[in-house]
Structure formats: structure tokens, C-alpha cells
């Protein structure tokens, strides 16, 4: 690569778009099926191009996902565009995922739009109805465009799912609309690279794979070298030149869009005996540490909440969707959810729920967030139907609260202090903390509060939030990113290791910069980043 890799860019055409020049570099990432690693490497890219000078931006047009975030002016995408924003060292704002949907029980998803919600429909409804969305997607990556020097574009899924192409609003139309490169990305840890790469390619219309500049093979374990010849096949097969072989990246604390990223490969392909063993296994190396279950609900959202404690050496963390695999642990989570409701039920068909409520009782620490918090309660009312056709339902009735399900969600960012000093939160009072909420129901009831909110979006205010019991190890809270705040984490886990009786082996202070740098030093080893460039022009 060159020393100065603007050098090699040539000035773009001009283009007017709704009465503005747009003269923004554009460079889109499409995968050959949904967690080849598009959004790792879309956070590579920004990341090295912010490195390189360049003010940049990540877009998504449509977004699957239950993992979500809360913008400055309180307003909710993807949780994968707010990384990516993140990477590239730019505040995240809703036109860089213009549309996200997330899935809820009964084949129904809720559609947020420009970051509010805009429809409740079933899947075929929202296949039909797609299309009206399409100017909403077209704005909003022109608004993009005519602010930043490059717009790092990322795909949804596959190009080649024939069945969905008409009226895509996220790949090929997107790629056609903003007139960018495309590069396309395999997953070789999954298997059958080659057909993920060749038989995406040859699925495509000429005009398609015209776009095309460039594969990538991703998620490879081992010497690269040993796939030179794949790498010739697949030039040699397509035309399309092999732009770079990507190693798996251990342990690289990002926060992820798809649940899947919680299994291992080996995990969804074993038994459940297998699966049982190879916990028991992981259980008994962890004896001198900590040991934290967070429940997998169906719905699990926003469960990147998790990232630093599962970066902290001395803690193992479970997702765990079975009473055999719950065990004793030193702490139970109760994550967020888009369907409290369903997800309740959940529990109590899988016997957790009785498990769960045995244990809280017999000590066993247990915290709620956001719809875990909502769970713990004595009842949830749902009068508007909002979540489901269930008005009401019976809670856990580990705290005093009831919740109630309103038509407004509560999207917003939030700062706060610790007003909890016992049993997990001790020595943790006056505690600054930040975080955000994203929620539906208002929760109300007479136990003590955990955080007073001082601030929510731009707002002075003077709040409660959250509940913890006269012990203080059965609490819960609405505020996802608890966890990244590094003063209570400790003072968390401290707790946790005295009540068990182990001395804490590390501090460990979780920074997704440092992640971010790491990925981006990867890429640029082995992305030919000076030729990804030059597809940075128009003619390039």
C-alpha cells in the first residue's frame, strides 16, 4: 500500500441528488448469507479509513435485528451501525439505518422507521408494503453522502435470494441507486466457500455481477498460504479478483447484530448430551472465578450488554436456555427482550421460571435488565395489546413492581448515580453511571430504587429507575449498558467474588477503541487495501 493512500483516489464525478452535490465515495459490503461477517468488516473499514483522514460513515438500509441503540436525539437503530459508527469515530444518527426490523413472537416484527416505530405487521404484510419505504432509504443515504467523505454501505443477507429481490430495498438496489463497487464476502469456517462465492456470483443478473470488483474470503483458521489455490480457483472460475483471505479473530470484544454469534460452530452442531458435557467442562475451569448465567430468552435483545463481562478474565459467562444447564451460579441475568410477555412464558414452559424464583429465594444474586427487569416484577399488564393478546400476566414476584404496557416506546439516552448500597451494589452508592433505555412499559412499585437519572437525552431530570429487594441481591434496571461502566462493574464483581469467598484475579477495563484498532490492524494485513481504494472512484 501506498504510504499516502488518498493518493491513489482520483476526484469522483459529481452528482445532484434532491438539489445537493454529492460528491461522497461510496464502497458497499454484501455477504453470501446472513453472519459471513459483513458488519466486522464494514467496522474494519471505517475504521482504517478514519485512521487514513477520511471522515466516514457506515449505512444499512434495512436492518434484522433485536440487538438495538438509542441515538442523541432519542431515536433507535441498529445496534450494529451504532459499532460501526463507533469505528469510525462519529456520533451514530438514524440515517445510517434507516429501517429496522424487529422480530417478535407470532411471525409479527415491529418496523421502526427513521428510528420510531412505524407498523406492527406480519411478514408477508411487510413484503408487500416494502416499497413504500424506499424513498425513506434513498434520503437518508444521500443526507449521508452529502456530509461525509465516504459512505461504508452494507449489505443485508444475500444478493441472491431470488425469491426476495423484488422490491429490495438493501443490496443490489441500494448498490445500483448509489452506483458503488461491490465487494463480496464467504464465510470459509462455515464450509462450501465456493459455492457461497461462484453460485452467489452466477445467481446474479449481468449487470449485477458487473458490480462485483471483489471477493472475500472470510473467517479463515490457520496459514493462509494453505488456500492459495482456492484463491486461484476462484479468480480463475469468476473474473473477479480475490481481494484479501481474513483470519477468525479471537476474542475480539465487538458488539455483534445476530444472536447466532452466542453458540460456537461446535455447539450448534452438537448433541445435547455433548453440549451438556462440554459445559460441565467449561464449569469445573472456571471453580476459582466467577461463574454468570444470562438467560438465552427466544427474544433476547441488546445481550452486547454482556461484552465486558465476558472480557473479564476471571468471569465465565453462560447463555444458558435450560433448567440442566442453569447449575448454581454466582449470578443470574435476566437480559432484555423485545416480548417480555412471550418470553415469560418461555420460562415457565421450560421450568425456569420455577428454578429461577427457588434459587433467588435460596441467595442466588439475580439481576434484571429492561425486559428482565419488567419480569422480575409481581405482574405485567399489557391493556392496548401492545406486545401481545395477553392483558395481563403474573411476574416472577421477586420485587415489588408492576408494569404496564404503553402505545409510546422510551427511547433515550441516560446518565445517572448508584443509590443502592446493599448486597450486589454495596460500596457502589454515588456511583456515576451512563447507559441507555429502550422500552414500552412504565414499571411502578414501592421497592427502593437502584440509579437515580440525572439526565436523559438533553434533560435535566431527577428519576427513578430500576428496584432492588432489602438485600440488595435481587435488583433490576431499564438501563442497557450497565455493564460498560467500569467503576460499578467492579464494584459488581467485587461483591460477587467476597460472597463466594475468591479474591479477584484481574481489573479488567473494557475498550472497544482498542478492539477496533486490532480489527482494523488485521485488515489492513490482509485486505488489499491499496486496490480497495482505487474502487473508491467512479471509474476506478
Known amino acids: 500500500m501506498t504510504k499516502d493512500p488518498l493518493s491513489v483516489v482520483r476526484p469522483s464525478s ?47 438500509a434495512q436492518n434484522m435485528a433485536l440487538n438495538s441503540f438509542v441515538t442523541r436525539d432519542g431515536r433507535e437503530i441498529g445496534r450494529a451501525q451504532a459499532m460501526q459508527a463507533d469505528a469510525a469515530g462519529v456520533d451514530v444518527t438514524v440515517e445510517m439505518n434507516p429501517i429496522l ?31 413504500e419505504l424506499w424513498n425513506v432509504v434513498t434520503r437518508a443515504l444521500d443526507a449521508l453522502r452529502a456530509q461525509y467523505d465516504v459512505v461504508v454501505i452494507e449489505g443485508a443477507g444475500s444478493p441472491a435470494e431470488l425469491n426476495l429481490k423484488r422490491g429490495d430495498l438493501v443490496n443490489m438496489a441500494i448498490a445500483e441507486y448509489a452506483d458503488a463497487p461491490v465487494l463480496l464476502v464467504g464465510d470459509i469456517d462455515r464450509g462450501g466457500i465456493f459455492a457461497q462465492l461462484l453460485g452467489t456470483h452466477a445467481l446474479l443478473e449481468a449487470n449485477e455481477r458487473a458490480r462485483i470488483k471483489g471477493f472475500i474470503v472470510n473467517k479463515f483458521r490457520g496459514d493462509a498460504r494453505l488456500f492459495d489455490d482456492g484463491v486461484r480457483i476462484l479468480e480463475e472460475r469468476s473474473g473477479v479478483p480475490v481481494l484479501g483471505v481474513m483470519p477468525f479473530i479471537h476474542d475480539l470484544r465487538i458488539a455483534e447484530e445476530d444472536s447466532v454469534v452466542l453458540e460456537t460452530k461446535d455447539e450448534r452442531q452438537m448433541t445435547k448430551d455433548e453440549r451438556r458435557r462440554t ?29 465486558p463481562l465476558r472480557a473479564e478474565e476471571d468471569v465465565s459467562v453462560r447463555f444458558v436456555d435450560c433448567v440442566e444447564d442453569l447449575g448454581e451460579p454466582d449470578l443470574i441475568i435476566l437480559p432484555g427482550t423485545k416480548t417480555t410477555i412471550a418470553d415469560l412464558q418461555f420460562l415457565c414452559t421450560r421450568g425456569l421460571e420455577a428454578r429461577l424464583i427457588a434459587l433467588a429465594r435460596a441467595g442466588t444474586p439475580v439481576l434484571g435488565i429492561c ?47 448508584v443509590v443502592a448500597n446493599e448486597g450486589l451494589f454495596a460500596n457502589a452508592r454515588g456511583i456515576e453511571i451512563a447507559g441507555y433505555e429502550i422500552h414500552m412499559g412504565q414499571t411502578r412499585g414501592e421497592g427502593a430504587p437502584l440509579v437515580r437519572i440525572t439526565e436523559r437525552g438533553e434533560n435535566a431530570v431527577d428519576d427513578a429507575d430500576g428496584a432492588v429487594d432489602a438485600c440488595g441481591w435481587i435488583a433490576g434496571t431499564y438501563l442497557h449498558g450497565l455493564f ?45 487495501m491499496e486496490t480497495i481504494y482505487r474502487l473508491l472512484t467512479k471509474d476506478g
Open 14 to 60: 459529481f452528482v445532484v441528488r434532491r438539489g445537493v452535490w454529492l460528491t461522497t465515495r461510496v464502497l458497499m459490503i454484501q455477504g453470501t448469507m446472513s453472519s459471513v461477517g459483513k458488519s466486522l468488516l464494514v467496522a474494519a473499514l471505517c475504521r482504517i479509513f478514519k485512521q487514513d483522514g477520511w471522515r466516514v460513515a457506515p449505512f444499512k
Open 101 to 131: 426490523i424487529k422480530p417478535e413472537a407470532d411471525s409479527f416484527a415491529q418496523i421502526v422507521v427513521l428510528g420510531k416505530p412505524w407498523a406492527r405487521l406480519p411478514a408477508g404484510e411487510y413484503m408487500r408494503r416494502r416499497g
Open 279 to 307: 459445559k460441565d467442562i467449561r464449569l469445573s475451569s472456571f471453580v476459582l472465578g466467577l461463574d454468570v448465567v444470562v438467560i438465552r430468552l427466544p427474544h433476547i435483545s441488546n445481550f452486547d450488554d454482556f461484552d
Open 371 to 417: 425486559g428482565g427487569y419488567q419480569m422480575l416484577g409481581s405482574e405485567i399488564r399489557d391493556p392496548l395489546r401492545v406486545e401481545s393478546n395477553e392483558t395481563h400476566i403474573a411476574g416472577l414476584g421477586l420485587l415489588p413492581h408492576v408494569t404496564t404496557f404503553e402505545a409510546e416506546k422510551q427511547t433515550v439516552r441516560a446518565r445517572g448515580v
Open 484 to 528: 460498560d461502566n467500569d467503576a460499578l462493574r467492579e464494584v459488581m464483581l467485587a461483591n460477587l467474588a467476597a460472597r463466594k469467598g475468591v479474591a479477584r484475579a484481574t481489573r479488567t477495563r473494557f475498550d472497544r477503541d482498542a478492539a477496533y484498532e486490532r480489527l482494523a490492524r488485521v485488515a489492513r494485513a490482509n485486505l488489499r
